[in-house]
C-alpha cells in the first residue's frame, strides 16, 4: 500500500486524496478501485466495516484509536457501502462519527436502493453524501471537488455558505442537478437517476 | 476479415447488445474506466462477475432444494448478483435478480425456481454475448486496428 505524501511547496497541497473504499462485493470492489484511481485518488479498498476500523486506527474492541493512531495512514474520505454482512455502512458510519480521532472524515454511503428512511437515517448521522450504485466517473469526481473546496476553505458557517454561493454562481461544474444536490444541506446526491 | 471490416462488426455487435439490453451504460463507464495502464480491465472485471455469478447460481439452487429454505440467505445471495450485474451492466441479469427478490419475499418457492430458470438462462446469454465481444476486440487488436470509442 503506498500513501499520499505531503510536498510543502510555497505551501501548495499536493497530496493525492486518500479514499479508503469499503464493499463486501469484489466486483464492486475492484469497479470502485479503478474508479478512485482513475480520478488520482489513492485507494484502499477493503471487504468490511471491521477492516476499515483497523486501517483506520480503532482497536479491536473498537473503543477508541490505540496509540497506534500517529503512525495511521492520513484518509481523507471513506467510501462504504451500506449492506454488508457483520458490520453495516451504516454501522461504520456510526463509529467513525463518534470517534473524537476520526469524527472529522467525510463518510459516503453506497446502496443500490434509494430507500428514503434510509438516506435519512445516513445524513442524520453525518454522512457527507448518500449514491446510488453503481458509482459513477462523475459521482467521484464530484465527491474529490467537494473535498478539496472544503479544504480550502475556513471551517466558518458564514463563509462556506458565502463560497458555495459564489462556486454556484461563478462555475459551470455547479450549475448541473448533480452538482446542486452535493452539498451538505441537500440529503440525496445521485446525479439525475430518480430515488426508487 | 481486415481490420476496417473487423472494426465495423464490433460496432454492430455492440449497438446490438445495448438495443436488446443484454448491456446498459453502465459497461460503457467500465470500458471509460480502461486505458494503456489498465488495457484488461473490462475483461478482469467481467471474470470476477462470471465466478461470482456462477457461486451465487449455485448457491440460490443449492437454498432451494433443501427441506427448509432459507429465504433470509437467498435474498443475501441474490441481492449480491444483483449489484454484480448492476457493476458491469449486465442489465438483464440485474433484472431478472428483482424478479427472484420479489418471489423469495413473499416467499413463493415456485416463482423462485422458475426465476432462477429465467436467472441461469440471461446469464448464460451474457456470458455468450460478452464472451464473442472480447473475442472481436481480440481480433481487432491482432490486426492493429484501432478499438471503437466506448
Sequence with gaps: MGWGERYDDAGEEVRE?????????FVDRKVIERLLRS???KATVVESGRRALQLLGMDEEMKGCCDLHGSQPKVDMVITDYCMPGMTG?????RIKESSALREIPVVVTSSEGIVARINRCMDQGAEEFLLKPVKLSDVKRLKDNMKRR???????????????RNLEDEDSFAGP??????TSSPVSHGDRPLI | MDALQLRRQLIEYTAELFSEGFLDEQFTQLQQLQDENNPDFVVEVVSLFFQDSERLLNELAKSLSQQEIDFKKMDAHV?????????????????????FRDFCNAKNVEGCLECLQKMKHEYSLVKDKLETFFDLEQQLSTTGGSPPPP
Design chain 1, 178 to 183: 448533480s452538482s446542486s444536490s452535493s452539498t
Design chain 1, 90 to 94: 451504516y454501522e461504520l458510519l456510526k
Design chain 2, 79 to 99: 441481492h449480491q448478483l444483483k449489484g454484480s450485474s448492476s457493476s458491469v451492466g449486465a442489465h438483464r441479469v440485474q433484472r431478472s435478480c428483482i424478479s
Design chain 1, 151 to 165: 479544504e480550502a476553505q475556513p471551517r466558518k458557517e458564514s463563509r462556506a455558505s458565502a463560497a458555495r454561493k
Design chain 1, 17 to 25: 486524496v486518500h479514499v479508503l473504499a469499503v464493499d463486501d462485493n
Design chain 1, 39 to 41: 480520478s488520482a485518488c
